[in-house]
């Protein structure tokens, strides 16, 4: 993600308004949007913001990863494929 430039990056919500065409149509980076001085929202591109959350999910599955080896709830290749074996003959033999 781009960085906000605070000489175009921050907004307040009359201009934003006033002039939102313009600023969806140059979008290039997070665009913090404020209301009586203070950050109201941020606007981003549809692909920054599925970037970001592919990213969370991401970090999200890393975390429960890792909680599932400190747990002890790991297993190794064979059982792995023992299982990955078995659920394939259950779905076949449907």
Do not use: W
Not at 20 to 42: C, E
């Amino acid at each position: 993600m781009k960085d906000i430039r605070v000489s175009e990056g921050v907004v307040p919500l009359g201009e934003f308004k006033a002039h939102a065409a313009r600023y969806l149509k140059k979008l290039d980076g997070p665009v913090v949007i404020t209301q009586h001085g203070r950050p109201a929202g941020v606007l981003l591109s549809p692909v920054e913001y599925d970037r970001m959350r592919d990213q969370q999910r991401f970090f999200e599955s890393l975390a429960a990863g890792m909680a599932d080896a400190q747990g002890g709830r790991v297993m190794d290749t064979e059982e792995l494929q023992r299982r990955l074996a078995s659920a394939r003959e259950q779905r076949n033999s449907r």
